[in-house]
């Protein structure tokens, strides 16, 4: 095995499933490298009587678990970081949560790491989250495994215990790519095998804990891959300077090198590399510099620059494996937020390819992702994005998904490949646009999206609007939908995910309408805000009304007037909403209608009135 040079840098994480003891490993680590002050040893030792978990003994790990929540639970929740080093190595370690819960926690400290080591209680064996943890680890490009049997004196060092668990691991992860896999007994709590060989296990002849992690080999050469410049900051501070900044992803850079922007394709050369410490012949992988380029070229944040021979990736539709991570169920269609690189952009996922059974690698057929699991998916990105696969560079091959509502951080995705059927299909352009279609008719094309619970009325409000601007000369259409479900999605039904879809195909449809020159009543329960969010974005500025029509559920109840509130109270009817699923109320509509005591003439007139004020003839 190559011996890495002097003080060279390893990031490597810990995890598994919980309590399997990776903080006190950690703890055992930075005590035996004699790296803990006489004062925070004493802090330990007072803390361990009050939280410890190990009797008269120091608890290592609360050298870890530095939240007080952790330290009461006896668990990690957050990821913790810690530095140490030996003679002949530094090293950066991430400790992750074994809960599953925190499952993200988990996949934020792989995504830096070069090396796992994933720790299995001697007494458990392999247990679902450790093949969770072991399969993320792989997606995330990692490719050396240790795979630390710890606890190992509680099972009297037995060494077929430990030959068992070993082969149970590494026949789960045959298939997960992984280049070494070294297997370790050890003790934490007593040091067996962590620093120094122990004389417990005399049947054990391979290296201990620390002497593999200073002699493991684990470089990659991210100088020898294509060039990718992220660009994450365009440096303009006078009018005689404009440089593009960002750290290299991968590859060199030279001035004088020709570099082509990946989106536009648009060519030029780099003219210097700017520094704070001044400008550099040669620029590589992991640096932080400011490109200057010859030519004017447009250049904005997100753009990628790479070599003219060896361009990324760049399309709106792609293959990739997605880590959920939400409690909030991913389902395809629904919209997100995509941050790929230094772009951010709408985002949904257009059908889910198969999920990944965790415990047997299986791939299952599936129509959500739930908190945790793991799907393959076919992405559609609200603009073509720069990208390579994962598995050939992680800077630019990740994403994240966002939710729009919560800005939580919703899933971890890793591309696969473009989807190159999408990259013959272009947007045709047609004399006639849709300003000239609605001069032609005199109409302001608006969308007027009614929503509320099944029995709010918002059938008879649309009803009555139309009639008003057919009355007064205007093109109109409604969409409604019970009508819908005759033909359009007459193969949806009514769960979440289906109800997803039906608002998706609706609003498409909507959009060529207002396109055409139309006004569009559409008329939806649409209960998720996600999708009417996702229709408004569809449509120009100004030509989505969002009208809530807020009838309370007992009038809607008291009305039935298709009888389907008798029949979901019955348990006749699933998934209908107000009953066992859920309506989430517009939080800022154009149109807020009470219908509460009020006719539905004077419920139209209000949205007429409002038509009226955005400068709609009627």
């Not at 190595?89 to 926690?105: C, K, L, M, W």
């Not at 919209?335 to 999920?355: D, Q």
């Not at 279609?437 to 109409?443: K, P, V």
């Not at 559409?522 to 569809?538: G, T």
Request: with cysteine; aromatic share 8%.
């Amino acid at each position: 095995m190559a011996a890495p040079a002097q003080h060279e840098l390893l990031r490597f994480l810990t995890c598994g499933s919980v309590d399997d003891g990776k903080s006190t490993l950690i703890g055992r680590l930075l005590y035996d490298s004699q790296l803990i002050f006489e004062d925070t040893l004493a802090t330990i030792a007072k803390d361990s009587r009050k939280h410890g978990t190990t009797g008269e003994d120091i608890d290592l790990a609360l050298l870890v678990d530095g939240l007080e929540a952790e330290r009461q639970q006896g668990i990690t929740i957050d990821v913790a970081y810690r530095f140490f080093a030996t003679p002949r190595r530094s090293f950066i370690v991430a400790d992750t949560p074994g809960h599953e819960q925190y499952t993200r926690n988990m996949a934020t400290g792989a995504s830096n790491a070069s090396l796992a080591v994933i720790l299995i209680d001697a007494r458990k064996g392999v247990l679902t989250q450790t093949r969770r943890h072991s399969f993320i680890c792989s997606l995330l490009g990692i490719r050396d495994i240790v795979v630390a049997v710890n606890k190992i004196d509680l099972v009297n060092f037995d060494e077929a215990t430990f030959d068992r668990i070993v082969g149970d691991y590494v026949t789960f992860a045959a298939e997960l790519g992984f280049r070494s896999i070294v297997p370790i007994p050890i003790s934490a709590r007593f040091g067996d095998n962590v620093t120094a060989k122990s004389g417990n296990t005399p049947w054990y002849h391979g290296p201990t804990l620390l002497a593999h992690l200073e002699g493991v080999d684990v470089s990659q050469d991210l100088s020898a891959k294509p060039f990718r410049f992220p660009v994450q900051w365009v440096n303009r501070p006078n009018l005689d300077f404009r440089g593009f900044a960002g750290t290299i992803a991968s590859g060199t850079v030279a001035p004088g090198d020709q570099v082509v922007v990946a989106a536009s394709g648009k060519a030029t050369r780099v003219a210097r590399i700017v520094t704070a410490e001044g400008d550099l012949d040669r620029a590589e992988a992991g640096q932080a510099v400011t490109l200057t380029l010859a030519d004017e070229v447009d250049v904005a944040r997100g753009d990628v620059l790479a070599r003219p021979a060896e361009r990324p990736a760049v399309a709106d539709q792609f293959a990739a494996h997605l880590l959920w991570m939400d409690e909030e169920p991913m389902l395809p269609g629904r919209g997100y937020l995509m941050r790929i690189g230094n772009v951010w952009t709408p985002c949904s996922v257009t059908s889910i390819r198969h999920r990944v059974d965790v415990n047997t690698l299986e791939q299952h057929a599936a129509r959500r992702l739930a908190l945790n699991e793991i799907g393959f998916c076919n992405f559609s990105a609200g603009q073509a994005v720069p990208f390579d696969p994962y598995e050939e560079n992680r800077a630019t091959g990740a994403f994240i998904l966002v939710d729009r509502f919560t800005n939580r951080t919703a899933g971890a995705g890793m591309i696969a490949y473009p989807l190159r059927r999408a990259s013959n299909i272009h947007q045709e352009h047609f004399t006639i646009d849709k300003a000239s279609r609605a001069a032609l008719t005199g109409n302001r094309p608006i969308v007027l999206w009614f929503t509320g619970l099944s029995g709010s009325g918002k059938s008879t409000i649309a009803n009555i609007v139309e009639q008003a601007l057919h009355r007064a000369g205007r093109a109109t259409y409604a969409l409604d939908g019970d009508n819908i479900r005759h033909g359009l999605c007459r193969d949806l039904g009514f769960t979440a995910e289906d109800r997803v879809e039906n608002i998706r195909r609706v609003g498409e449809v909507a959009k060529l309408m207002v396109d055409a020159g139309m006004i569009v009543m559409c008329s939806f329960i649409s209960p998720f805000r996600a999708e009417r969010r996702m229709v408004r974005d569809l449509l120009g500025a100004g030509e989505f009304v969002e009208v809530f029509v807020d009838t309370p559920i007992e009038d809607c109840i008291a009305r039935d007037p298709k009888g389907l509130y008798a029949k979901a109270q019955a348990g006749q009817i699933k998934n209908f909403t107000g009953i066992d699923s859920p309506y989430e109320p517009p939080e800022a509509p154009e149109l807020h209608i009470r219908t509460a005591g009020r006719a539905p003439e004077d419920c139209a007139a209000e949205v007429l009135e409002k038509l009226r004020a955005a400068g709609v003839r009627c």
